[in-house]
Nanobody, 127 residues
């Protein structure tokens, strides 16, 4: 079955850390740009971080730069989230596309139009 599955979400206190995983099955992440997106209640979905399997380039949204780190190990993409803030609370989704070649473009594209996307994992940052 071809799919992306996110995991690793949960409840964490402000200042804490979480590591999200995005596992691909049924296809290889080679020749894809992969992104992490999030959507908080009442807010628009935003691209958090994207990584290119083509050239290794990485993009971070300004709101997470210096706190989040994206990485890839074979067919899994990770998002290490440190110094979490209440405003990081959201459903986090990963997506992959083979036509988009720019990490900036990927993180600003419509996730619904991408080749694959997962069902999301919920991150709640609260004391």
């Amino acid at each position: 079955q071809v799919q992306l599955v996110e995991s690793g979400g949960g409840l964490v206190q402000p200042g804490g850390s979480l590591k999200l995983s995005c596992a691909a099955s049924g296809f290889t992440l080679d020749y894809y740009v992969i992104g992490w997106f999030r959507q908080a209640p009442g807010k628009e979905r935003e691209g958090v971080s994207c990584i290119s399997s083509w050239d290794g380039t990485i993009y971070y949204a300004g709101s997470v730069k210096g706190r989040f780190t994206i990485s890839r190990d074979k067919n899994t993409v990770y998002l290490q989230m440190n110094s979490l803030k209440p405003e990081d609370t959201a459903a986090y989704y990963c997506a992959a596309d083979s036509d988009i070649r720019s990490v900036y473009g990927m993180c600003h594209a419509n996730i619904v139009a991408m080749d694959y996307w997962g069902n999301g994992t919920l991150v709640t940052v609260s004391s």
